[in-house]
Structures are given as structure tokens and as C-alpha cells.
């Protein structure tokens, strides 16, 4: 069974750093692109970044191009989202998604004073 | 690439059917179909119901189907159900992946 279990949401002030990571389960990691999907309070989905398989190419909403960057763990099985220089509009529930077809449950990031 | 979806809201008898669109700002024609809709049930993550813009994925009941081509593609429900309440969103991932706007189902 696929299992994708994020964690390090959380509260910051705005300009700090926050570090999610997500770890996977049940397939075999490295055949796969790994993307961080987000969704703020009452709005709807946006892709944030994506990696793929060996961690070579890795692109960007243009809203966090320059502060957010995602990596890979093949060793670990495990994605990370560095998030620094955050701002209010950040504040989502932010998903581990495998390719498009597996979602985890989401880490909360709350941005504020 | 920008996603437009409509309706933005849709209200439906249960057992009736519904059908929801999805409009892409560019072709997506010749790169394999790479759009897909998800569903995302209340205080749940999304889910994964179409992919491919008609196939269904593991799981998901006969009663969605997905079609279309070029820059417009369609969600059908044959006969909703108390289930299928929430917002559905319909995607592209031939480029970096964009979503539309969603479409909130809910039961009359």
C-alpha cells in the first residue's frame, strides 16, 4: 500500500523557514517524480514544486521560485520542501504527491505575527 | 497553462446525472492526453479519479467517465450519489502542473 506521511508544518513568523519533509512507503521510490502540492484556507489546489526520479530537474510554482527548494532521499525514501523568506500567503495545508495518483494527508503551515 | 472549469458550482439530484468542463488555455493534443480530474471529498486530501483524460483510476466507481480532446474535456457522473459530494478539479501535467479552479457538487 502506498503511503506518503508528511510532517514539520507548523507556525512561523513571516520571513522565517520551515522544513516539511514526507515520507513514502509501499512502492518503489525512485521510479517516481515526487511533487508538494498546496491548499490555503478555503481556496483551492496549487502545484508548488516537483522533483523527479534521481533529483536532477526540479521546477517551481513562480510564487516561491527563489525561497522554496525541494530534494530527494533515495536512500531514505523521503521528499523535503525548504521553505524560507515566508510570507502570509504561504499558510496552506501543504501535500506529499506521488506523480498525480497518490495524495498524503497534508502538513499545516501557518505564516504569522 | 491556465485551467478554466465550469460550472464553479453544480447541484444535483441524487441518482441523476452530471457533467462538469474543463477548458485548457493551449492544445494539449499530441503529448499523450495529460490531464486527469481529482476529487476532493470534504476535510479529505484530493484523490485521483481520471487520468489520461478517460481512464478511470484503481477504485474508482463506473459511473465517471472522462473525455474530450485539444483544449476541452469533460467529467460525466451517470447517477450521483451522496458519495460523490465535493470538489473536483481537473489538471494538466504536460507542463509544470496547473489545476482549474474546482467545481463544488453537491446533492439537491
Known amino acids: 500500500e502506498v503511503q506518503l506521511v508528511e510532517s514539520g508544518g507548523g507556525l512561523v513568523q513571516p520571513g522565517g523557514s520551515l522544513r516539511l519533509s514526507c515520507a513514502a512507503s509501499?512502492?518503489?521510490?525512485?521510479?517516481?517524480?515526487m511533487n508538494w502540492v498546496r491548499q490555503a484556507p478555503g481556496r483551492g489546489l496549487e502545484w508548488v514544486a516537483n522533483?523527479?526520479?534521481?533529483?536532477?530537474?526540479?521546477y517551481y510554482v513562480d510564487s516561491v521560485k527563489g525561497r522554496f527548494t525541494i530534494s530527494r532521499d533515495n536512500s531514505k525514501n523521503s521528499v523535503s520542501l525548504q521553505m524560507n523568506s515566508l510570507r502570509v500567503e504561504d499558510t496552506a495545508v501543504y501535500y506529499c504527491?506521488?506523480?498525480?495518483?497518490?495524495w498524503g494527508q497534508g502538513t499545516r503551515v501557518t505564516v504569522s505575527s | 497553462i491556465v485551467m478554466t472549469q465550469t460550472p464553479l458550482s453544480l447541484s444535483v439530484t441524487a441518482g441523476q446525472p452530471a457533467s462538469m468542463s474543463c477548458k485548457s488555455s493551449q492544445s494539449l493534443l499530441h503529448n499523450s492526453g495529460k490531464t486527469a480530474w481529482l476529487l476532493q471529498k470534504p476535510g479529505q486530501p484530493p484523490q485521483l479519479l481520471i487520468y489520461e483524460i478517460s481512464n478511470r483510476f484503481s477504485g474508482v466507481p463506473e459511473r465517471f467517465s472522462g473525455s474530450g480532446s485539444g483544449t476541452n474535456f469533460t467529467l460525466q457522473i451517470s447517477r450521483v450519489e451522496a458519495a460523490d459530494v465535493g470538489v473536483y478539479y481537473c489538471m494538466q501535467h504536460i507542463e509544470f502542473p496547473t489545476l482549474g479552479q474546482g467545481t463544488n457538487l453537491e446533492i439537491k
Open positions: 509501499g512502492f518503489t521510490f525512485n521510479d517516481f517524480w
Open positions: 522533483i523527479n526520479q534521481d533529483g536532477s530537474e526540479s
Open positions: 504527491v506521488r506523480h498525480i495518483d497518490h
